[in-house]
């Protein structure tokens, strides 16, 4: 039985707004016929703080490569590209606009502008999606209003007393919150590299996207309580990192300098990461259930172009497990690694569009070269936000789920079904949160501290879809607070929930 949880709470908390449909920003059409036959031209008259590049009058095909500081405003597609052919060139190339327009080197003082004078080559300061507002500005203890989009303010996880958006902080205030990878509604266990090191994540929102969390308070949950849908322009990042002690062919990677926190000392201290993943997620007009864009670093495991030692598997052969053998939270010495083996092969398609990039990348030295673009998903329909993101609507999707559709770094055992795919677990919290999942889960009072806490005294919430080791985490609401949790929330974790469960049990290929 779903029921809503009364906990106690004495934060106040301001009202919320509720949102019928996307507000349409002024627009030229290329073409508007069926599925696939689409090219919009995007702008808006609010300034931002990212500019976009438009659709050219006529789309070449196949798509013109590109180095560009500027993210595409959308996918774009010939008027007369044929509405029975994958367009997923298109996508693919949109994807890498998109990356390169992220690692573009930041401009000193401007959070998420890109230097055009800069080169990608450049090393040493902050890229774009650096300089992005981390989950951790936003989701401020107690509830807290963050600090402007400018300022790095109120508390931080490394409890510093001097940190710029210059730095990257790779902590949370749950000291394992940013070591789990992405479950149903909760954290599941951690990925370990071959080095011995646990994978830092992190999580990042464009201005658009923050300046529409701050407006309509929605780091609180009473203010989730409608349906919520994002500005066209919106983008949110998720990033992979791993300290790169011991790791070979750093030359490979884009490494930077970051605040690690020390699970046994529990103290903050700067250590050389690299990327190893990068999600991009973009809220379009002609995609307004958003595309999901998904990079990796070539080494990871061992395969095509890639160099051994790999990050991720020892190269003994032993396969992966069929299970994350570690839970969540994990310990605090971090335990033996896992292979890591990729069970769905990149598109082929996908394959062609890395070479041309990343053969152009070699040309200017820069060590994207090194990374690829394991898969665009995308929504069939175009700019119809009545559809949701179920496999039936998407690309990959039900019948072309062929091919790789998650990412080995954030994704590594959700790789077997589409069910598990970027867009159908999203969907879950399509209404309520515009298919943002940490927005839902970290909104204050975050659902782990609401559904920990119930879970003293009602099993039926617990059961929705949180483990029962959360009776003994010590981040729980106060006993003298309380907070009505939503139905609607409840319904869309015991979605989620048996979603998962269903993937879960879906036979090894």
């Keep these: 039985m779903l029921i809503p949880y009364t906990i106690p709470l004495n934060e106040a908390s301001g009202g919320f707004i509720v949102y019928k449909s996307i507000r349409r920003a002024a627009a030229q059409e290329c073409a508007l016929a069926p599925v696939f036959l689409l090219c919009l031209l995007f702008s808006e008259t609010h300034v931002r703080a990212q500019e976009f590049d438009q659709c050219p009058t006529t789309v070449p095909t196949p798509p013109k490569a590109t180095l560009s500081e500027k993210v595409l405003s959308d996918v774009c597609i010939p008027a007369d590209f044929p509405g029975n052919n994958n367009p997923i060139d298109f996508f693919d190339d949109y994807s890498w606009r998109a990356f390169l327009g992220l690692v573009w080197p930041a401009k000193s003082g401007e959070r998420g502008m890109p230097d055009p004078a800069a080169k ?20 401020q203890p107690k509830g807290a209003a963050p600090a402007d989009w400018n300022t790095v303010g109120g508390a931080n996880p490394c409890k510093l007393d001097d940190v710029s958006s210059d730095d ?110 990068l999600h991009i997620v973009q809220k379009t007009i002609s995609r307004p259930q958003w595309i999901w864009s998904s990079f990796e670093q070539i080494d990871n495991i061992i395969e095509e172009h890639s160099q051994t030692p790999a990050t991720f598997n020892a190269g003994d052969g032993v396969p992966m497990p069929a299970r994350n053998p570690y839970v969540f939270p994990p310990p605090v010495q971090v335990p033996a690694a896992f292979n890591v083996d990729r069970i769905k092969p990149v598109h082929e398609n996908t394959k062609r569009t890395n070479d041309i990039y990343q053969k152009l990348l070699a040309e200017v030295g820069a060590p994207w070269q090194f990374y690829k673009l394991v898969v665009t998903q995308w929504p069939l329909s175009v700019g119809d936000p009545s559809k949701d993101g179920k496999p039936t609507n998407t690309f990959p999707g039900k019948n072309h789920d062929a091919t790789s559709f998650a990412n080995l ?73 309380s907070f009505t949790m939503p139905p609607r929330q409840l319904k869309e974790f015991q979605a989620l929930k048996e979603l998962m469960e269903s993937a879960q049990a879906t036979p090894v290929e």
């Design 168 to 277: 990257l902080v790779l902590a949370a205030f749950s000291k394992f919150d940013n070591l789990g990878q992405a479950g149903f509604g909760t954290l599941v266990g951690p990925l370990v590299g071959q080095n011995g090191t646990y994978v830092r994540y992190q999580t990042a929102f464009n201005k658009i996207e923050f300046d529409q969390i701050t407006k309509d308070k929605l780091y609180l949950r009473s203010s989730l309580q409608g349906t919520l849908t994002f500005q066209p322009g919106a983008i949110d990042i998720k990033a992979a990192w791993i300290d790169m002690t011991g790791v070979a062919h750093p030359e490979r990677f884009y490494t930077r300098d970051a605040y690690l926190l020390d699970l046994a000392a529990e103290e903050c201290s700067k250590t050389q990461v690299g990327l190893v993943g």
């Design 409 to 481: 770094t954030m994704e590594t055992f959700d790789q077997r079904s589409i069910g598990t795919g970027c867009m159908n677990c999203h969907n879950v919290t399509r209404e309520t949160t515009d298919f943002l999942w940490s927005l839902n889960t970290r909104a204050f009072p975050q659902l782990r501290d609401i559904m920990a806490q119930a879970a003293l005294s009602d099993v039926s919430v617990t059961s929705l879809a949180l483990p029962g080791r959360l009776k003994t985490w010590d981040q729980t609401l106060r006993a003298n607070e």
């Design 120 to 139: 990608l080559s450049d090393r040493g300061r902050p890229l774009v999606f650096e300089t992005f507002k981390s989950d951790w500005e936003i989701f």
